[in-house]
């Protein structure tokens, strides 16, 4: 979903950002299980990053705001392993299997740690790129129901094109389902008084990574 | 029952913390259902406990913000390095052999006396891991997603940061998969200091763009 609480950019209400001395990596372990879950589960192929984004982005605005951060990927990553027929409801209610299944082949170890890393999401493009460097382009105004990563703050807003990032991946679609669809992805800068006004802060330039359908010529 | 005997194991091994005893029984609820998950995960063979316990002893020892500092450091003290970094982040941080490997897509922004790079994710809350290791609570925080991109000088003058007027702020919204590490500006009077001495002046802050690098008499 594209137009709920996750897409925080310009909100008021939130308060001050408060630093936590010393802070640890992990406050507690279950926060570490569930980082490592996500991220060993990763190489098994069985969902993108974009599709991960988007089951955090489907719980109820009040679910996301009082969950912390690793409460989160717990509600996401639960929710991918149900609709995935991973694991079943009794299953997690018992804190055990009850079924048998087809097990991965290979699955991610101790060892492979040592090579942790992103993958890449760079693709093979389907044309050239339509903008360059220093482009004139307005973002467009659009409300997709799927998942997308223009931030309604930096929609239907004039801006220039700063670099050219390779053709990735397209979050709208590969997260729908759709494959990956790969689209080229620009550095778009913005005044930050065309973001917010005239009264806004001075001397502000914010910038998104947008991929091209994202943008009409200005 | 089992919450009973979870709550008693989890408090046998792990992280000690600072939740007072308000927040216990909700804790202690995450730990049984994280354990759960993890329980059922493993038994259908979709995770390998060792693993995950590899995982975390990395991200606590291995991968952190002193990868990136040392990859500050050397942008400071070497300059062919330093024009690397601002090709291809990626890549020439893959030639130090003492940091953790990086994926694709790190990008170097370099602060100047004219401009000021911060970093911001409104969406979620993507950070280069690799460099900086996982990211502080406040950088994932509703107040810092919300009002970065709106108040950023207001930001970080919270956090004791204000800049001259004349310096632009750049904000860079991370809605990709390219991630950003921000080259603080090199302090005065650090002519000569080796790599091992600069880094010790790189914050993690200083390379999200919420704080600046430490002057020589600020370091410890």
């Known amino acids: 979903m594209s137009n709920t609480i996750h897409d925080m950019g310009g909100m008021h209400g939130f308060g001050p950002v408060e630093e936590e001395p010393n802070e640890p990596v992990f406050h507690t372990e279950w926060e570490s299980r569930v980082y490592a879950m996500n991220r060993a589960m990763g190489p098994l192929r069985l969902w993108t990053i974009d599709e991960g984004r988007a089951a955090q982005e489907a719980l109820h605005p009040s679910v996301y705001t009082a969950a912390s951060y690793y409460q989160r990927w717990l509600l996401g990553l639960e929710a991918r392993a149900l609709q995935h027929g991973l694991v079943t409801r009794e299953e997690l209610a018992a804190g055990k299997a009850l079924e048998q299944n087809d097990r991965p082949n290979r699955i991610f170890q101790a060892e492979d740690v040592a090579r942790l890393t992103r993958g890449s999401y760079e693709r093979a493009p389907q044309g050239d790129p339509k903008f360059k460097a220093g482009d004139r382009v307005r973002t467009v105004n659009f409300q997709p129901k799927g998942h997308t990563r223009l931030p309604r703050y930096a929609r239907d807003k004039v801006g220039e094109v700063e670099a050219i990032r390779g053709c990735h991946v397209y979050p709208d679609s590969v997260a729908n389902g759709e494959g990956d669809d790969p689209q080229w992805l620009y550095t778009v800068v913005f005044d930050g008084q065309v973001l917010w006004g005239p009264d806004n802060e001075p001397g502000v330039k914010v910038s998104i990574e947008a991929f091209e359908p994202y943008l009409e010529k200005a | ?220």
């Not at chain 2, 091994?13 to 993890?38: F, I, K, Y």
């Not at chain 2, 001259?164 to 650090?190: K, L, N, Q, Y």
């Open chain 2, 1 to 220: 029952m089992a919450e009973e005997r979870g709550h008693e194991h989890d408090h046998s091994h792990g992280h000690s913390h600072d939740h007072d005893h308000g927040e216990m029984s909700e804790l202690s609820d995450m730990q049984v259902r994280v354990r759960s998950l993890e329980t059922v995960l493993s038994e259908k063979g979709y995770v390998d406990p060792a693993a995950l316990d590899a995982i975390v002893e990395a991200y606590e020892t291995r991968i952190g913000p002193h990868n990136g500092q040392r990859v500050v450091a050397r942008a400071w003290a070497d300059p062919e390095f330093r024009a690397a970094l601002i090709e291809d982040a990626s890549a020439a941080v893959n030639t130090m052999g003492n940091v953790s490997p990086v994926g694709s897509h790190l990008i170097a922004v370099e602060n100047t006396p004219e401009r000021h790079n911060m970093v911001v994710c409104t969406l979620c809350s993507c950070y280069p891991w690799e460099v900086l290791g996982l990211p502080p609570t406040w950088y994932k925080s509703a107040p810092y997603r919300s009002r970065a991109v709106i108040e950023p000088r207001a930001v970080l003058s919270e956090f004791g940061v204000t800049l001259p007027e004349e310096t632009e702020v750049r904000v860079w919204d991370s809605t990709a998969e390219t991630r950003f590490i921000v080259i603080p500006m090199r302090p005065e009077g650090t002519d000569g200091w080796s790599e091992e001495d600069l880094a010790k002046l790189v914050t993690r802050n200083s390379m999200v763009g919420t704080g600046l690098a430490l002057a020589p008499d600020e370091a410890e």
